[in-house]
Protein backbone atom coordinates (compact mmCIF):
# COMPACT_ATOMS: atom_id res chain seq x y z
CA UNK A 1 0.00 0.00 0.00
CA UNK A 2 1.09 3.41 -0.67
CA UNK A 3 -0.10 5.74 2.13
CA UNK A 4 -0.91 9.60 1.37
CA UNK A 5 -1.62 10.90 4.15
CA UNK A 6 -2.38 14.53 2.59
CA UNK A 7 -4.84 13.39 0.30
CA UNK A 8 -7.15 12.19 3.56
CA UNK A 9 -6.61 15.61 5.08
CA UNK A 10 -9.54 18.59 4.84
CA UNK A 11 -10.10 21.73 5.98
CA UNK A 12 -12.68 20.21 8.44
CA UNK A 13 -10.32 17.60 10.13
CA UNK A 14 -7.09 18.76 9.89
CA UNK A 15 -7.15 19.98 13.51
CA UNK A 16 -7.63 16.51 14.55
CA UNK A 17 -4.64 15.26 13.24
CA UNK A 18 -3.44 13.74 16.29
CA UNK A 19 -6.69 11.51 16.54
CA UNK A 20 -6.87 10.90 12.23
CA UNK A 21 -3.17 9.15 11.91
CA UNK A 22 -2.79 6.21 14.77
CA UNK A 23 -6.35 5.02 13.33
CA UNK A 24 -5.11 5.46 9.68
CA UNK A 25 -1.65 3.32 10.35
CA UNK A 26 -3.56 1.05 12.49
CA UNK A 27 -5.45 0.25 9.42
CA UNK A 28 -2.73 -0.21 6.74
CA UNK A 29 -0.79 -1.68 9.23
CA UNK A 30 2.17 -4.26 8.20
CA UNK A 31 0.41 -3.59 4.35
CA UNK A 32 2.68 -0.28 3.79
CA UNK A 33 4.76 0.00 0.76
CA UNK A 34 5.83 3.89 0.47
CA UNK A 35 4.43 7.33 2.00
CA UNK A 36 4.08 10.21 -0.41
CA UNK A 37 5.07 12.79 1.28
CA UNK A 38 3.91 16.34 0.53
CA UNK A 39 2.36 19.50 2.46
CA UNK A 40 -0.07 21.85 1.29
CA UNK A 41 -2.03 24.08 3.18
CA UNK A 42 -6.00 23.45 2.69
CA UNK A 43 -8.69 25.68 2.12
CA UNK A 44 -12.41 24.70 3.22
CA UNK A 45 -14.15 26.42 -0.62
CA UNK A 46 -10.82 25.85 -2.77
CA UNK A 47 -8.64 23.16 -3.96
CA UNK A 48 -5.19 22.71 -1.48
CA UNK A 49 -2.49 24.47 -2.03
CA UNK A 50 1.00 22.61 -1.94
CA UNK A 51 3.55 24.07 0.12
CA UNK A 52 7.37 23.17 0.42
CA UNK A 53 7.39 20.69 3.40
CA UNK A 54 6.96 21.45 6.91
CA UNK A 55 5.24 24.56 5.39
CA UNK A 56 1.75 23.55 5.05
CA UNK A 57 -0.26 22.35 7.45
CA UNK A 58 0.44 18.60 7.73
CA UNK A 59 1.57 17.06 10.72
CA UNK A 60 4.14 14.16 10.43
CA UNK A 61 4.65 13.35 14.01
CA UNK A 62 2.52 10.65 14.59
CA UNK A 63 3.49 8.94 11.18
CA UNK A 64 7.11 9.45 11.60
CA UNK A 65 7.16 8.12 15.29
CA UNK A 66 4.97 4.83 13.39
CA UNK A 67 7.30 4.45 10.63
CA UNK A 68 10.32 4.13 13.10
CA UNK A 69 8.86 1.95 15.09
CA UNK A 70 7.49 -0.51 12.52
CA UNK A 71 8.50 0.59 9.36
CA UNK A 72 12.05 1.75 9.09
CA UNK A 73 12.62 0.54 5.30
CA UNK A 74 9.38 2.31 3.86
CA UNK A 75 10.39 4.23 0.91
CA UNK A 76 9.42 8.08 1.23
CA UNK A 77 8.27 9.46 -2.03
CA UNK A 78 8.01 12.73 -2.42
CA UNK A 79 4.57 13.80 -4.11
CA UNK A 80 4.12 17.30 -5.56
CA UNK A 81 8.01 18.75 -5.56
CA UNK A 82 8.18 22.08 -5.90
CA UNK A 83 11.55 22.61 -7.40
CA UNK A 84 12.98 25.98 -5.57
CA UNK A 85 12.62 23.87 -2.43
CA UNK A 86 13.81 20.39 -3.43
CA UNK A 87 16.81 20.44 -1.63
CA UNK A 88 14.96 21.60 1.60
CA UNK A 89 12.26 18.85 1.31
CA UNK A 90 15.06 16.46 0.91
CA UNK A 91 16.60 17.64 4.65
CA UNK A 92 12.57 17.68 5.80
CA UNK A 93 12.74 14.24 4.78
CA UNK A 94 15.89 12.95 6.46
CA UNK A 95 14.09 13.60 9.54
CA UNK A 96 11.39 11.24 8.73
Known sequence: MIFDPVNVLTAE???SQDALWP???EVIGKDLAAVHVKDAVL???APRTPTALGAGQMDYT???EWLHRGHPTAALLRDEVILP???EDLAY???L
Open 85 to 87: VAQ
Open 43 to 45: HPD
Open 13 to 15: NVD
Open 93 to 95: MRT
Open 23 to 25: VWC
Open 62 to 64: VIR
